[in-house]
């Protein structure tokens, strides 16, 4: 009786310490997980916005426009949800910038331009770089989300080096 009550017993520890275990190795993995998605979330509401840039501009003789507001009608408001409100987002989180370095808007370096905007976890900047004759035409265009951090989301290329996610035209 006293050796079958020991045995259960140490059945009982030795599920416990699996249970442990796993918990250990994938919880890690699941926050990884969860992090990870919210950063492709904010992507995907990048991609979102360039896209109706594109069609503002298609339908507005090849002029990009100079501030969201001009192309917030081509944006479907319900498919732009900030991943870490989980509410859609609004004209605040989407933030108008103007370069004045005609290379600025490719800028993917670590301690560039793009990498010094800041902002609240899900914001998306949109950069723009203005004609210097016509401050009216938009050369180039922008587009840097912001993660949880509130700095510029980030990415290391296969050869270890770290970039500044950004979409531009």
């Known amino acids: 009786m006293y050796k079958k009550g020991l045995v259960r017993l ?11 275990l796993l918990y250990m ?17 904010v992507k995907t509401n990048m991609y979102t916005l360039k896209v109706a840039a594109e069609n503002f501009a298609a339908f507005n003789e090849g002029k990009y426009p100079l501030k969201f507001s001009e192309f917030k009608k081509y944006v479907d408001n319900e498919a732009l949800i900030n991943p870490y409100t989980l509410a859609p987002m609004t004209e605040e989180e989407i933030i108008d910038h ?4 005609p290379v600025a808007f490719e800028d993917d370096e670590p301690d560039g331009i793009n990498a010094k905007l800041k ?3 899900g914001a998306i900047f949109y950069s723009t770089y203005r004609s210097p004759g016509d401050s009216t035409f938009v050369i180039h265009y922008c587009f840097v989300g912001i993660s949880a951090k509130g700095e510029a989301i980030s990415f290391l290329d296969p050869g270890q080096k770290k970039h500044i996610f950004i979409l531009y035209d």
């Open 98 to 101: 103007i370069y004045s370095d």
């Open 25 to 41: 190795i994938l919880y890690p993995n699941y926050k990884d997980i969860q992090r990870e998605n919210k950063i492709v979330d």
């Open 119 to 121: 902002g609240e976890a």
């Open 10 to 20: 140490l059945n009982i520890i030795i599920f416990i310490a699996v249970l442990f």
